[in-house]
């Protein structure tokens, strides 16, 4: 079946650190792959995705790669801002039921202080 | 543009009540689709709809019904809550089902079932 393994949380960052959070996959068909993020209060909002191996998604200074030899696709951000403090999502879409079906991993919490 | 609305925000109902959570949306998408949030286990699918008078189950329909009578609009319906139904629950909407088209989401409801 399709399954999302994401790093656990909480993180917590100084502003300027380096970000990374992991992110795997298991999936039957050849899915596509995506990171949403949701601010304090309001839904999940699209941050970036890739739809075929070794595809780079980007987006406000995020990016992931989606490395199908690994079967992974982690989030990395060169220098975090306070403003990044939310939670994210690593997901994955699933065609073979004809809708966009998204399979979510469990969230990491993000938090920068200054 | 509202985007996607949902209401209530919160709601707390005793076991064996029935409400109907309402999600909207202008945005003229064909897709739309009702997720559970619960600690630990990300978002899963309950039911989704591909268009007008269309719906479909999801990962966890159980104890849910849904309704798409409208285009812009999509019902979620507990005939009967269950202490197991608590959680928060968010609607989205794509204008597709390809990874191509992203899905947007509502600010979700919270809901205690005592």
């Known amino acids: 079946g399709n399954s999302v393994t994401q790093m656990e949380g909480p993180v917590t960052l100084s502003e300027e650190a380096f970000l990374t959070i992991n992110c795997t996959y298991t999936a039957t068909g050849y899915p596509s792959l995506f990171w949403y993020v949701q601010y304090p209060g309001e839904g999940l909002q699209l941050l970036l995705k890739?739809?075929?191996?070794?595809d780079k998604g980007s987006n406000k200074g995020f990016e992931a790669t989606y490395r199908k030899e690994t079967t992974s696709f982690h989030l990395e951000k060169g220098s975090v801002q306070v403003s990044d403090s939310a939670v994210y999502f690593c997901?994955?879409?699933?065609?073979?039921?004809?809708?966009?079906?998204?399979?979510f991993g469990t969230g990491t919490r993000l938090t920068v202080i200054p | 543009n509202a985007g996607v609305t949902q209401t209530p925000k919160f709601r707390v109902l005793k076991t064996g009540q029935s409400m109907t959570l309402l999600c909207a949306q202008d945005m003229n998408h064909e897709y739309m689709y009702w997720y559970r949030q619960d600690p630990g286990m990300g978002l899963r699918l309950i039911h989704y709809?591909?268009?007008?008078?269309?719906?479909a189950k999801g990962e966890v329909p159980d104890g849910y019904n849904v309704s798409r009578l409208k285009k812009q609009n999509f019902l979620l319906g507990l005939e009967s809550a269950a202490p197991s139904q608590t959680s928060v629950y968010f609607c989205?909407?794509?204008?597709?089902?390809?990874?191509?088209?992203?899905?947007?989401f509502g600010p979700g409801t919270r809901l205690t079932v005592t």
């Open positions: 997901a994955l879409s699933d065609l073979q039921t004809g809708a966009n079906n998204l399979f």
């Open positions: 890739a739809t075929k191996a070794d």
């Open positions: 709809s591909v268009g007008e008078g269309t719906t």
């Open positions: 989205a909407s794509s204008e597709s089902g390809t990874a191509a088209y992203e899905q947007y």
